[in-house]
């Protein structure tokens, strides 16, 4: 089955957040592996969106995660994949919708 991803506004929103951060904290070699890492679990949930548990606090959405702050939310709907949510732990774990 041929699966397409779709970005939500938020997700863009969460991604341009952490982004900046690690631009502002962080090296550029830094920036690019995390790039790197988004880009290979995001190859993985096209691939096989069913791989990864149900989210306890939100049983619709599905919970990838990327690394011991990064956390990716999202829904598949037939042959479609909406990366809901990308989640940093510092932030809190009830704003997911």
Do not use: H
């Not at 951060?21 to 988004?38: A, G, H, P, Q, T």
């Not at 096209?46 to 990716?72: C, D, H, W």
């Amino acid at each position: 089955m041929d699966y397409k991803l779709f970005w939500t506004d938020e997700a863009v929103n969460n991604l341009d957040s952490i982004l900046k951060y690690l631009n502002d904290k962080w090296s550029e070699r830094e920036v690019i592996n995390f790039k790197k890492k988004l880009s290979n679990q995001l190859n993985l949930i096209i691939g096989n969106p069913y791989m990864f548990p149900k989210s306890e606090y939100q049983p619709r959405l599905r919970k990838a995660v990327l690394s011991r702050q990064t956390t990716l939310f999202y829904e598949v709907k037939g042959k479609n994949i909406y990366l809901a949510y990308l989640f940093v732990s510092k932030m809190n774990i009830k704003r997911i919708k």
